[in-house]
């Protein structure tokens, strides 16, 4: 079983406004610490997975999935650049009042997901998220949850400001748990 960190795109790896969607590959931008971040948990030895709603630019804004495979695509890259690695990326597609779906975040389909893709262990594994959603997410799938930025309402086990806070929270809670042993 592997350990993972589930990471929310937009507002936690990449620059987001909310209700100003990303529809170019150009209009993405990295935010401050994100490659650090990934590549911190990566050099732990976490998957690094991505957790992604779509379904408001994919309804509202008319973008095909395939577009927003080309912006991940970009995201990814970005990282890369920086030494930071993405195991894998799933994408919600579905929009409330469109389709009805067992994916979209709060729900844990995603995750699901990737929990038997990859025989990640939850009890190990925590979702980093700039959205009540994320933490909820990760709460119904049973992770353990980081909260960013100051639009969570939602009881997280920890919150901070960026991402990469967020992950040395993580590498530092594991290191004093493997202390305590
Ligand atoms: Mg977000
Ligand atoms: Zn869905």
Avoid: W
Wanted: aromatic residues 8%.
């Amino acid at each position: 079983m592997r350990k993972a960190i589930f990471f929310d795109r937009d507002g936690t790896l990449n620059e987001f406004k909310l209700g100003d969607y990303i529809i170019q590959v150009e209009e993405l931008v990295l935010l401050n610490g994100a490659a650090r971040a990934v590549k911190k948990a990566n050099a732990a030895g976490y998957l690094c997975i991505i957790v992604t709603n779509q379904g408001g630019v994919i309804h509202n804004r008319g973008l095909a999935y395939s577009d927003v495979e080309r912006i991940n695509e970009r995201l990814v890259q970005l990282l890369n650049e920086e030494g930071g690695k993405i195991d894998g990326i799933y994408v919600c597609p579905h929009y409330p009042g469109y389709e009805s779906c067992t994916c979209r975040k709060p729900k844990t389909g995603l995750i699901n997901m990737a929990v038997s893709d990859f025989s990640i262990s939850l009890n190990n594994s925590y979702i980093i998220g700039d959205s009540d959603s994320d933490v909820l997410a990760g709460k119904n799938a049973g992770l353990k949850t980081v909260g960013i930025g100051e639009r969570i309402k939602t009881e997280a086990d920890f919150c901070t400001y960026n991402v990469e806070e967020a992950v040395n929270y993580i590498l530092k809670r594991e290191s004093k748990c493997q202390k305590s042993v």
